[in-house]
Antibody
């Protein structure tokens, strides 16, 4: 059974840093792209960024709103995905989800599994 | 960036109704579109991928169609469990973008 479990959320002051984790199980982690998606309170879904799979050298992509402040990494030995967030702003307040990307050229690169989310609150 | 415009923003309907949600894209995305269902306090759940392919385990009353720039999600006969918010998403190009959501309410 595929499972994604996020952790690390909490209250942080604007300008501060936080690291989120996503523990993956039930699939071959290195085969999949992994993404972070966030949702501000009462708002819609916003894509944050992606790390590709081993076959694509774990390269990354980011939304413009977080580029230069957030970094996505992964530890294959721990089957874990991370989101390193620096210079946090109040507008980064959101529930952060990790999501597994279906990697199949025929069916496309949609999100087939999501974690339960972890809340990050950037406030003084 | 590819803009995704969903309509309506809110939809009121009754159990047994047939409902359709529309997603319009600002650029061609071929069939690189997915639909997700989200209930309050829960993670989104994949319903449809590649515009019209039903995810395993999703009831057959859900269907998707379209090939750009207009896509639709149809629920053929609403069930009590279907009242939720629905999002479309394009994965043709970066940044990946979502529609603003359609809240499906009980009439």
């Amino acid at each position: 059974e595929v499972q994604l479990v996020e952790s690390g959320g909490g209250l942080v002051q604007p300008g501060g840093s936080l690291r989120l984790s996503c523990a993956a199980s039930g699939f071959t982690f290195s085969d999949h792209y992994m993404d972070w998606v966030r949702q501000a309170p009462g708002k819609g879904l916003e894509w944050v960024g992606r790390t590709r799979n081993k076959a694509n050298s774990y390269t990354t992509e980011y939304a413009a709103s977080v580029k230069g402040r957030f970094t996505i990494s992964r530890d294959e030995s721990k089957n874990s995905l991370y989101l390193h967030m620096n210079s946090l702003k109040t507008e980064d307040t959101a529930v952060y989800y990790c999501a597994r990307v279906n990697v199949n050229v025929l069916t496309g690169y949609h999100f087939d599994y999501w974690g339960q989310g972890t809340l990050v609150t950037a406030s003084s | 960036d590819i803009q995704m415009t969903q309509s309506p923003s809110t939809l009121s309907a009754s159990v047994g109704d047939r409902v359709t949600i529309t997603c319009r894209t600002s650029q061609s995305i071929s069939s690189n579109l997915a639909w997700y269902q989200q209930k309050p306090g829960k993670a989104p759940k994949l319903l449809i991928y590649k515009a019209s392919s039903l995810e395993s385990g999703v009831p057959s009353r859900f269907s998707g169609s379209g090939s750009g720039p207009e896509f639709t999600l149809t629920i053929s006969s609403l069930q009590p469990d279907d009242f939720a918010t629905y999002y479309c998403q394009q994965y043709k190009s970066y940044p990946i973008t979502f529609g603003q959501g359609t809240r499906l309410e009980i009439e």
